[in-house]
């Protein structure tokens, strides 16, 4: 195991964007870019970290998370339960026009797994719980953890075996046995309470290479690194509140990207709420499974 020594570690500040909601952070190895969301404002935004340059790529409806297809383009999880994808001429081909229940509510985070299939979770509403859903290559979709609060971070041990899923409305991780041959999921039980309110709550998550989870921490100005016994290893301080979510990219997978929110009210929400950093640690990540939808 590799030990951290954090002292004095500042994250970079690569994107200055004040985005209202900035998540879902996908690396794309095939073009060496980061792909990254503002949920609310319905932006998908890329990184050439080659040469610091970024673009909005689409600006229409909300996507609440995405994965990358087989064949290089994005798969976009949207509002009203609409699954698209997104080509390379930048048009949408949907998956699913809409999902019954969810019309009223949008989907969230969301991660393939190592068959392309694809867990898919939806944010509650004021009169109906979210549900954690799994999308099967072939076009279908169903219910696989019902009545959520607020769907958020998935990630996969090395040996796919375990899933762990955050709801961060009952401010808990899970954990669950993990099926790759059938893609179910059972034996829920309870990775991690989180700790007190000033650490804020679990958001997005990712799992590195020695099984060590990096855990976003939603109103706690934090990203911190859990063993798989749930102790915290380490913790990194940034100059916003609401750290949203992480991914590992770069050509060999140690440069860690990290979104945040609440771009709109920094005075509130710290002075570079709503951008993206970046980490090097010496820490490695694992490449994230690809979608094979539609």
Same mark, same amino acid.
């Given at each position: 195991?590799?030990e951290l %020594?954090i ?7 690569v ?5 209202r ?5 996908v690396?794309?190895?095939?073009e060496?870019?980061l792909?990254?969301l503002?949920?609310?404002e319905?932006k998908i935004?890329?990184?050439d970290?080659r040469s610091?340059e970024?673009?909005?790529v689409?600006h229409?409806r909300?996507?609440g ?7 290089g383009? #994005? #798969? #976009?999880?949207? %509002?009203?339960?609409? *699954?698209?994808?997104? =080509?390379?001429?930048?048009?949408l081909?949907y998956?699913?026009?809409s999902?019954d =229940?969810e019309l009223? @509510?949008r989907f969230?985070? *969301?991660i393939?797994?190592?068959?392309g299939r694809?867990f898919?979770?939806?944010m ?5 719980p979210?549900?954690?859903?799994r999308?099967?290559p %072939?076009?279908?979709?169903r219910?696989?953890? /019902? !009545?959520?609060k607020?769907?958020?971070g998935?990630g996969f041990? !090395? ?5 762990y899923?955050?709801?961060?409305? +009952?401010? +808990?991780v899970y954990?669950f046995?993990?099926?790759e041959q059938?893609?179910e999921i059972s034996n829920?039980s ?7 309110? +000033?650490?804020?709550f679990?958001?997005?998550?990712t799992i590195?290479s020695?099984?060590y989870?990096?855990s976003a921490?939603?109103?706690g100005?934090?990203?911190t690194?859990l063993a798989?016994d749930g @102790? /915290? ?7 916003a ?8 990219g770069?050509?060999?997978y140690t440069?860690i990207?990290?979104t @945040?929110a =609440? !771009?709109?009210?920094r005075k /509130?929400? =710290?002075?570079?709420?709503g951008s993206l950093?970046?980490l090097?640690?010496g820490?490695t990540g ?6 094979n939808?539609g």
């Amino acid at each position: 195991m590799i030990e951290l %020594d954090i002292n004095g570690v500042e994250p970079e500040l690569v994107v200055d964007e004040k985005c209202r909601t900035g998540e879902g952070p996908v690396w794309h190895p095939d073009e060496g870019v980061l792909y990254w969301l503002d949920i609310p404002e319905g932006k998908i935004y890329r990184l050439d970290p080659r040469s610091g340059e970024y673009e909005v790529v689409y600006h229409d409806r909300p996507v609440g998370g995405m994965t990358i297809q087989r064949d290089g383009s #994005l #798969l #976009l999880f949207m %509002d009203k339960g609409t *699954v698209a994808i997104l =080509g390379k001429d930048r048009r949408l081909e949907y998956v699913l026009e809409s999902l019954d =229940g969810e019309l009223d @509510s949008r989907f969230n985070d *969301v991660i393939a797994d190592p068959a392309g299939r694809v867990f898919c979770g939806t944010m509650s509403t004021k009169d109906h719980p979210g549900n954690l859903y799994r999308l099967d290559p %072939d076009g279908s979709i169903r219910v696989v953890v /019902e !009545g959520t609060k607020t769907a958020n971070g998935m990630g996969f041990t !090395g040996d796919r075996k375990t899933m762990y899923f955050a709801d961060s409305g +009952e401010k +808990e991780v899970y954990k669950f046995d993990y099926d790759e041959q059938t893609g179910e999921i059972s034996n829920k039980s309870i990775f991690l309470h989180t700790p007190p309110k +000033e650490d804020g709550f679990s958001d997005g998550m990712t799992i590195d290479s020695e099984d060590y989870m990096w855990s976003a921490r939603w109103d706690g100005w934090i990203l911190t690194r859990l063993a798989p016994d749930g @102790s /915290e290893d380490a913790r990194i301080t940034f100059p916003a509140k609401k750290i949203s979510c992480v991914t590992f990219g770069g050509e060999d997978y140690t440069d860690i990207y990290v979104t @945040s929110a =609440g !771009g709109h009210d920094r005075k /509130e929400n =710290g002075p570079s709420a709503g951008s993206l950093f970046r980490l090097n640690l010496g820490i490695t990540g694992r490449p994230e499974y690809r979608s094979n939808i539609g």
